[in-house]
């Protein structure tokens, strides 16, 4: 008869507070982690690489000039979301140079090679 009463309850409501708390964090940690790879609808490195090379083999200087602005926007917002990361900068340098040949009307080697200080349409 007194086998079923216990002299001290255990309280397992602590036990389950910890287990919840435990598996909730076992699974925002590689959330926040890798936060960047789930954000998949924002600006990658290979969707503005593929800008920049898209905009490179564009022969009209207006839609080139155009298509190097958005290139460069999209640096912009991936350099703010990706503040430590250097392909941010290195992107961000690739797609202004670039734009600044386009500007210029000529290529870098006719400018340092070739010496050739007015081949600027300015």
Known sequence: MY????SK????QKIKVLGIVFAAAVVLYPVY?????LQFWKYSYNKIVSQV????T????AAKKAA?????T?????????PFSSEAYYLESRAD??????????????????????????
């Open 97 to 122: 140079f670039l734009m600044g040949e386009t500007d210029s009307g000529a290529d870098f080697t006719s400018f340092v090679v070739d010496n050739k200080k007015n081949s600027s349409d300015r």
């Open 9 to 12: 309850k255990r309280s397992n």
């Open 58 to 61: 564009i022969s009209d200087k």
């Open 3 to 6: 086998y079923r009463y216990k």
């Open 33 to 37: 982690h890798f936060r960047d790879h």
């Open 68 to 72: 190097f602005l958005k290139a460069i």
């Open 53 to 56: 090379y898209s905009a490179e």
């Open 74 to 82: 999209m640096c912009n917002d991936y350099e703010e979301n990706h």
